[in-house]
């Protein structure tokens, strides 16, 4: 009787649990939507009504809204341009890292080589160091070689500053491949690059998948790296530091502001609800085995 009372009651505690833990889930979600709600009704109205009201009253009549924000940051703003370059510069930040992380994180789990996991502990370590330490000296070196100021520079800079925390995860990932598999490839012919090309890289689309949703979103919204070895040249520069440019030139243009910044996150929303499928499975590569 007191094992049934115990089960019974253990039981009963279960839905209040996953009723608390779905409560805290909602709350946290409409803290985080409320925000971008206003931006984006905020991003409509013109500069009189945001000055005299809240977003939040712009659903009482009389109902204004107006597309002239969109069309001045596009068109006069510069924001265009700068989309373009976000992109150019984004993409190749994106795919040069992965590639590499992924070339290396399979030499680290599954090839034999001298100092194999001193490297391993040494490209762990260089996750915590600040990438500040790391910006003179940088800046110094694309100087003398001319790479400041260009996309190849920046693409150079956002890769290297990727590269410690993608091999760490897609090693871990690639680690947990069941040896067997690997074992069997190579009994068959099959040398490295075979292996990592048609075997470890399709296996691997979870993990690689979960990079490049924090890849691509750190070097989007990256305004620091950006200022540095790209300027404020208008012509190479991104959405983040023409959004910067915004606020120091036209001071109140909050309506400005509020269009360039729903330009600027929309796409990484987009990238991120188009990959979610696999990033829970990638950013838990390695916390558990089987």
């Given amino acids: 009787m007191n094992k049934k009372g115990k089960i019974s009651g253990n039981s009963s505690k279960k839905p209040l649990s996953n009723l608390l833990v779905h409560l805290i889930l909602i709350v946290i979600c409409v803290a985080w939507i409320i925000p971008s709600l206003g931006l984006f009704v905020s991003s409509f109205r013109p500069r009189s009504e945001i000055a005299l009201s809240g977003w939040w009253e712009a659903f009482q009549p009389p109902f204004v809204f107006t597309l002239e924000n969109y069309s001045y940051v596009l068109t006069r703003g510069n924001m265009g341009r700068s989309f373009v370059n976000s992109l150019l510069i984004a993409i190749p930040s994106t795919l040069m890292p992965i590639f590499i992380a992924a070339c290396a994180a399979y030499a680290l789990a599954w090839m034999r080589f001298p100092l194999r996991k001193t490297i391993h502990l040494l490209i762990v370590a260089l996750i915590v160091v600040p990438l500040q ?3 003179i000296p940088i800046l110094r070196l694309f100087n ?19 590269l410690p925390f993608a091999i760490y995860l897609l090693r871990n990932f690639i680690v947990q491949l069941p040896r067997s598999l ?20 399709p296996t691997s689309i979870p993990a690689i998948s979960s990079l490049a949703i924090f890849q691509f979103m750190w070097v989007w919204n990256d305004l ?16 983040t530091v023409t ?13 400005y502001l509020t269009a360039a910044a729903f330009i600027s996150m929309l796409l990484p929303l987009i990238v991120f609800f ?3 499928k696999y990033f829970v499975r990638g950013i838990l590569a390695g916390s558990v085995k089987g």
């Fill in 133 to 135: 330490m790391t910006m």
């Fill in 144 to 162: 003398k070689i001319g790479l400041t100021g260009s996309f190849f520079g920046i693409w150079l800079a956002h890769t290297a500053y990727g």
């Fill in 182 to 201: 690997i074992e069997s490839a190579q009994i068959d012919g099959a040398s490295h690059p075979i292996i990592f090309l048609r075997l470890v890289l």
């Fill in 224 to 239: 620091l790296v950006a200022l540095i070895y790209l300027g404020g040249t208008p012509n190479v520069a991104p959405m």
């Fill in 243 to 255: 959004i910067s440019n915004m606020v120091n030139s036209y001071g109140g243009g909050w309506e």
């Fill in 274 to 276: 188009a990959l979610q």
